[in-house]
């Protein structure tokens, strides 16, 4: 992951045997004008426990989603990274990686992948 400014870039592995994607591809995540971020430690079997705080909420572990709508929750957990302040346009984007719990708030996301030529 890397951070510049108010831009935030997760890199991640794609999931072969569940997505349209070569073994061993990398795609990254780009949040756009985010105004802040965190790296939390629930991994996959603390989701099948039930003890992330969108368990009942999300989909499915290791996607990427976004909550929209009241989010009492939200602003939970203590160790957020602050890069600016939050306006009421910034989204809450979330990713389940097989480690940890990737969210953000940011204006916006682009997913760029490398070409399959």
């Not at 780009?30 to 909420?57: I, M, Q």
Request: net charge negative; glycine share 6%.
């Amino acid at each position: 992951m890397t951070v510049s400014g108010a831009t935030v870039e997760l890199d991640f592995e794609f999931n072969a045997f569940a997505f349209d994607a070569l073994e061993g591809e990398r795609g990254s995540l780009v949040f756009n004008d985010c105004a802040r971020w965190r790296l939390g430690p629930t991994n996959d079997e603390g989701w099948y426990r039930g003890k992330c705080r969108y368990s009942d909420l999300a989909p499915r572990w290791g996607e990427f989603f976004e909550i929209v709508g009241d989010d009492p929750d939200r602003d939970l957990p203590s160790d957020w990274a602050v890069l600016s302040p939050t306006t009421q346009v910034h989204r809450h984007f979330l990713f389940y990686l097989r480690d940890d719990t990737f969210e953000c708030l940011a204006l916006d996301w682009r997913l760029d992948r490398p070409s399959k030529d």
